[in-house]
């Protein structure tokens, strides 16, 4: 028998309710699943909701509250046996069977072990954000434990369609799902086979950057849309039901604590603004910006992302990149995001105007907003339909610099489709991993965790984040594997996965401050957003010697080409680049060649290899 709540007292009393998929609610109102004709009762007054493989009861708010055994509760974690009043009203909740408390009995079903091997304990994670990242943990962890672990993933950009759970479309608020990242391959080829064979199909990636010391076994960087990554792994999360329960809303720390108490993990990979890591700022600390500043301030690089289609070749964008440091272009074949490093003076420029109240907004510049080209050639934010203000203005600097950028990279104005803008803002945190909630004589005690952007966002080169992101996740998936007994965690299980944090916050926020700052000639370091401001100065002011700061670009790019040729094919001569050059306006050839190239031998390098942490612990458990 399912799950019930039977009335044991009140008009109510022997009526019993089943607890399906959908929340069981109570409340005047004539649509409540369990209606209490009673003017002290709200119209919804409290609901029973099915989280992860358990059954909670929450009060929504009500005035005059809901008691659950004796005692005012706002939300309960609810076991066979326990008693709860609403108004004149009692309920129980019954289960034929104690399992029933954690598992209904499809669940039950679709677990049940053979005979003759008993699965042992279940751990129960929650997920608290559904990116890649915490969609890629959840799968690692079910191909590490199947059937001892079920996990919980809550994600708000999520929705459901019919019987599926999908993606959010930009229509309904989720954006950003077209840029391109580079995944290492480090990281790939770490994920469950079965994840790397639908992600990686023919024509689905490109290899657009050469293999490098951070490559495994001479296999390439791959370059791949962030759409298909969101895809593939919402789709193989939900072909798994039975060990991965997806929910298509946003985890709030406050109102589903007692989901997160009640289960032995919570995963927080919500991005960089989580909300669930501000909640519990207490037990993880608070960020240190003194590290990553300049002059006692701390050091924020703002970019200009630019939805593009290139003509050029990946080679021709590949050298074009590397040799200066002000534009990225990462693509799939020819179509990604072309990234434009700001100055501050052009940060400020980064507003929309709103046409019908005639006020300036910062959405493009403070939230994750993409403002989409319209038949009428205006870029339009959906979401707080404003328009991009520098394209209206047609003398604005900044969107001269970016139509610069786009004859750079050989993108046609009309092939320039969308704008979109995020910062590069960097923290040192303290610590990944905290105990939440004790163990109790009804709770297992919870363990919280950092994740992907969550622990550390790096931005400023495409898939930087994710490589990170997916490291962790890959970390802390095999230290569950590895330590799950049945028993409480300690805080002595978690040694290898934070010194795999630590190592991996040192090695990516270590390049990405490279990628931020250079150093002068007499040693001082500068941040390289105020090299390009100041360059644009002096071209303004000064007279420009044109062809020796071309001829000077030119020798950087021979310079970067003889040491990339041999592993990347089809390099442009020096007549191609210098053609391709003699487009620019002086101004531009300028500040490219001030900005200096790409340190890559500082900013590449070896990955972090976490397989040094688990390498003796996988062959214990083999063994």
């Known amino acids: 028998m399912p799950p019930e709540i039977v009335g044991r007292r009140g008009a109510l009393a022997g009526q019993r309710f089943a607890i399906g998929s959908k929340p069981l609610t109570f409340g005047r109102r004539s649509g409540n699943s369990v209606v209490i004709s009673d003017a002290s009762i709200s119209r919804l007054h409290a609901e029973v909701r099915r989280e992860g493989h358990g059954f909670v009861l929450y ?8 008691v659950v055994n004796g005692e005012r509760a706002t939300s309960h974690v609810l076991r066979p046996g326990d008693l709860f009043t609403i108004g004149e009203e009692t309920f129980g909740f019954e289960a034929a069977d104690p399992m029933e408390t954690i598992l209904d009995l499809s669940v039950l079903e679709a677990l049940a072990p053979p005979s003759t ?40 950009r999520w929705t459901r369609d019919g019987g599926r759970v999908v993606w959010k479309d930009e229509k309904q608020g989720n954006v950003r799902r077209q840029q391109v990242v580079t995944v290492q391959s480090r990281q790939y080829l770490a994920l469950p086979g079965e994840v790397r064979e639908r992600l990686f199909q023919e024509g689905s990636f490109s290899e657009m950057w050469p293999a490098g010391p951070d490559s495994v076994d001479g296999h390439a960087p791959r370059n791949i849309r962030i759409a298909r990554v969101e895809d593939v792994l919402l789709d193989l999360a939900g072909q798994k039901p039975d060990r991965i329960r997806l929910v298509p809303e946003r985890f709030d720390p406050g109102e589903h604590r007692a989901v997160a108490s009640a289960g032995h993990v919570l995963a927080i990979c919500e991005g960089g603004r989580s909300r669930t890591r501000e909640h519990f700022t207490a037990k993880f600390g608070r960020a240190d910006s003194s590290i990553y500043s300049l002059d006692g301030e701390h050091l924020q690089d703002v970019v200009l992302g630019l939805k593009v289609t290139s003509e050029l070749t990946d080679p021709m964008s590949v050298l074009l990149t590397v040799a200066q440091n002000r534009f990225l272009l990462n693509s799939l074949r020819g179509e990604g995001f072309l990234n434009m490093r700001l100055t501050d003076s052009e940060a400020r420029e980064v507003v929309g105007i709103d046409p019908v109240r005639q006020v300036f907004e910062e959405c493009i510049a403070s939230r994750p907003c993409v403002m989409n080209r319209g038949p009428d050639g205006d870029f339009l934010c959906d979401t707080h339909s404003t ?18 950028g786009l004859t750079l990279f050989g993108v046609a104005e009309e092939d320039l489709t969308a704008v979109t803008a995020f910062r590069l803002d960097m923290v040192q945190r303290p610590r990944f991993t905290a105990r939440l909630h004790p163990a109790t004589a009804t709770t297992p005690g919870t363990y919280g965790f950092l994740l992907g952007d969550a622990a550390n966002a790096i931005h400023f080169w495409p898939g930087r984040g994710l490589n990170s992101g997916l490291a962790s996740a890959i970390s802390l998936a095999r230290t569950l594997a590895g330590t799950w007994r049945g028993r409480p965690f300690r805080d002595a299980d978690f040694v290898r996965h934070e010194a795999a944090m630590s190592m991996l916050q040192y090695r990516h926020k270590s390049r990405a401050w490279n990628a931020m700052v250079a150093t002068e000639g007499d040693g001082e370091t500068v941040a390289i957003k105020d090299v390009i401001e100041q360059s644009i100065t002096e071209a303004a002011e000064q007279p420009l010697d044109r062809e020796a700061d071309l001829e000077a670009l030119l020798d950087q790019l021979r310079a970067i080409r ?52 688990y390498a003796q612990q996988e062959a214990a458990v083999a063994a």
């Open 59 to 66: 009060d929504r708010g009500s005035a005059n509250g809901t």
């Open 562 to 613: 003889e040491r990339l040729a041999p592993r990347i094919a089809g390099m442009p001569d020096d007549d191609r680049l210098r053609t391709h050059l003699e487009t620019l306006r002086s101004e531009t050839l300028y500040t490219l060649l001030r900005s200096r190239p790409w340190d890559t031998q500082t900013v590449g390098g070896e990955e972090v290899d976490i397989d040094i942490f």
């Open 387 to 404: 328009l991009f203000l520098p394209a209206l203005i047609k003398g604005s600097a900044l969107w001269k610099r970016v139509r610069e």
């Open 117 to 156: 091997q008993e699965p042992g304990p279940v751990l129960e994670v929650t997920v608290s954000g559904g990116g890649p990242v915490g969609l890629a943990f959840a799968l690692q962890l079910e191909s590490l434990l199947g059937q001892r672990v079920c996990v919980t993933v809550y994600e708000g």
